[in-house]
């Protein structure tokens, strides 16, 4: 929704372009679906989300959001905080989020039962398990939280002048490393391999207490997405990047 005030009164025209939403899982990419959005999901393929954003004319879209979950960096952060970002790091490169909230629900400090924070977020290439490199990425950045699409969200929008904003849900907390099955199952299509993630557990059966820990968190971070969805990608996330291209 693109609002513009004319000679005579307040004149509102409406924008019909989606926004562009860009999603790593195919669970995210179901959350995120729905009128006014155009959603891809990268499979948590940064190779495959570069194709899939240059095939994206930009002046078919009115903003880009990265939406989904990700790893926490902050230790003061749980599974299921929402974190909206002020900025996107990666390596020495830099992107600002410009998307503007309400000062009433930033200031609720929560999204049903979902606490939200803002804070930063850093893009890598490969998923970083280990508690250690979450360590390492807090002391390098200082950023809240870890994802594989947001700075290449970000990265398209800078250089297609369209407004940016990143909602992230803290799937694994930073005190949780990631198990290798868990990393290694995502389908070309975005979905979890069940199949491939019971062969893992058949052969490495020590693994079941932390897989079960890992798909708790997990299914927490989705329920709390799901009330990012309501809240944040609906008539007001419009509205905002409306007025963010307008004011630009």
């Not at 952060?77 to 989020?97: K, Q």
């Not at 002048?161 to 005190?175: G, K, M, N």
């Not at 059966?205 to 809240?231: K, M, Q």
Request: hydrophobic share 45%; net charge neutral.
């Amino acid at each position: 929704m693109t609002l513009e005030v004319g000679d005579v009164g307040n004149v509102v025209s409406f924008d019909p372009r989606p926004v562009l939403i860009v999603t790593g899982l195919a669970q995210e990419a179901r959350i995120a679906a729905g009128p006014g959005r155009t959603v891809i999901c990268s499979s948590s393929d940064p190779r495959q989300l570069r194709v899939l954003l240059a095939d994206i004319e930009p002046s078919s879209v009115r903003g880009v959001i990265s939406f989904g979950v990700a790893g926490g960096l902050d230790p003061a952060l749980r599974s299921g905080d929402v974190v909206i970002a002020t900025e996107v790091v990666a390596g020495d490169l830099r992107w600002l989020a410009g998307l503007e909230f309400s000062r009433s629900l930033i200031g609720e400090g929560d999204i049903g039962n979902s606490r939200v924070f803002r804070g930063g977020l850093v893009g890598v290439e490969q998923v970083v398990a280990a508690q250690s490199g979450k360590a390492a990425l807090r002391r390098e950045t200082g950023a809240s939280a870890v994802d594989m699409e947001s700075h290449i969200a970000a990265d398209y929008a800078e250089k297609n002048q369209l407004p940016f904003a990143a909602i992230r849900v803290i799937s694994d907390p930073a005190t949780r490393a990631l198990p290798a099955i868990a990393t290694a199952a995502i389908k070309p299509d975005g979905n979890i391999d069940l199949r491939k993630v019971l062969r893992g557990l058949v052969r490495d059966p020590s693994t079941l207490s932390a897989l079960v820990s890992t798909g708790r968190d997990f299914n927490r971070a989705l329920r709390s997405l799901r009330g990012c969805r309501e809240f944040l990608i609906a008539d007001s996330i419009a509205t905002t990047i409306g007025l963010a291209v307008a004011e630009a």
